[in-house]
């Protein structure tokens, strides 16, 4: 059995990230009996410094690549049938998008707890599944608590700013490895799987990079 680290770069209303992270854990399950992972999360935040109600997706979206919100509305029927593919819904999610600077602090103290993948889950299911508001700390810690984590614990934490520089300073590192889309996975520090791919070109990878 080998192991291998994953250093995953993502965000957390990203829908592929949310895709990516959904085939990468069917991949690992095919391998599961000769590949294992050690799974770190780390942040690259889409739309730092939204307003507290954040930004309507299709404005976002019209904003960022020069079209019209109609022609950016128009683009999900491909993100609907991967979503579909890798057997998550996202029925629920939100039409608006929302700073996550937050989220990645949480993300980080939960880390540190032994959960950050369970608050991960947590987290898009709020988002993509339940249209909650991931800025927000109450849905936060609603998050945390899904996740096996105390609620009183997470505000704590989300109240004192706690863990801010430590989310900055991550995001800089990777930025400055010429990381600046998501999702993005680095294998053991050293090869780097771009995009959502599919479940079994994952498996692939990881059966090579292990077997090298």
Not at 130 to 158: F, I, Y
């Amino acid at each position: 059995m080998c192991t291998l680290r994953l250093d995953i770069v993502s965000d957390v209303v990203c829908p592929w990230c949310y895709i990516g992270i959904a085939n990468l854990e069917r991949a690992l399950d095919a391998v599961k009996d000769e590949v294992a992972a050690e799974i770190h999360l780390h942040p690259l935040q889409l739309n730092p410094g939204l307003p507290p109600d954040g930004e309507l997706v299709a404005d976002n979206i019209a904003r960022k690549y020069g079209i019209t919100p109609d022609q950016a509305r128009s683009r999900g029927a491909g993100l609907r049938d991967a979503a579909a593919e890798a057997g998550v819904a996202m029925g629920g999610r939100s039409d608006r998008i929302f700073d996550t600077f937050d989220a990645h602090r949480l993300l980080h103290w939960a880390g540190l707890q032994g959960h950050q993948l369970a608050l991960k889950h947590a987290l898009f299911d709020a988002y993509f599944e339940h249209a909650r508001n991931v800025s927000d700390h109450d849905v936060l810690a609603d998050a945390a608590v899904a996740a096996g984590l105390g609620r009183a614990a997470a505000m704590k934490v989300l109240s004192t700013g706690a863990y801010a520089a430590a989310v900055d300073e991550d995001e800089i590192e990777w930025r400055s490895e010429g990381i600046a889309s998501v999702p993005t996975m680095v294998v053991d520090r050293e090869f780097v799987i771009s995009g959502a791919q599919a479940p079994d070109r994952l498996a692939r990878a990881l059966r090579k990079l292990a077997a090298r």
